[in-house]
Nanobody, 127 residues
Framework: QVQLVESGGGLVQAGGSLRLSCAASGGTFSSCTVGWFRQAPGKEREFVAGISRNGGIIRYDDSVKGRFTISRDNAKNTVHLQMNSLKPEDTAVYYC????????????????????WGQGTQVTVSS
């Protein structure tokens, strides 16, 4: 069992930056792919970015490529999402999720494929 806690959300003006963190405990974090998802009001939850267990594979949704950067530190059981050049359409609740992959290296986009979820952190970008 892996517990995930997100932090770093808040209110920022368009063009600004935020850094989200996902802290893991209680399980084998280094055997998990970690993904960031977001859900805007009235919309389905969507994949934003993901990083494989050793950091060798990274995937981004096209909507955030070039603006967001995902990274992880397995020694500290944390994953970060650096979000730059934020836009109002980035407003959503952001969730981190862990996909137990054991020794594999891959990143999947489907939320149904992730085993553990955090409670979410709100990001609001004003225009």
């Amino acid at each position: 069992q892996v517990q995930l806690v997100e932090s770093g959300g808040g209110l920022v003006q368009a063009g600004g930056s935020l850094r989200l963190s996902c802290a893991a405990s209680g399980g084998t974090f280094s055997s998990c792919t970690v993904g960031w998802f977001r859900q805007a009001p009235g919309k389905e939850r969507e994949f934003v970015a993901g990083i494989s267990r050793n950091g060798g594979i990274i995937r981004y949704d096209d909507s955030v490529k070039g603006r967001f950067t995902i990274s992880r530190d397995n020694a500290k059981n944390t994953v970060h999402l650096q979000m730059n050049s934020l836009k109002p359409e980035d407003t959503a609740v952001y969730y981190c999720a862990a996909d137990f992959v054991y020794r594999s290296e891959y990143v999947r986009r489907g939320e149904d494929q992730y085993d553990y979820w955090g409670q979410g952190t709100q990001v609001t970008v004003s225009s």
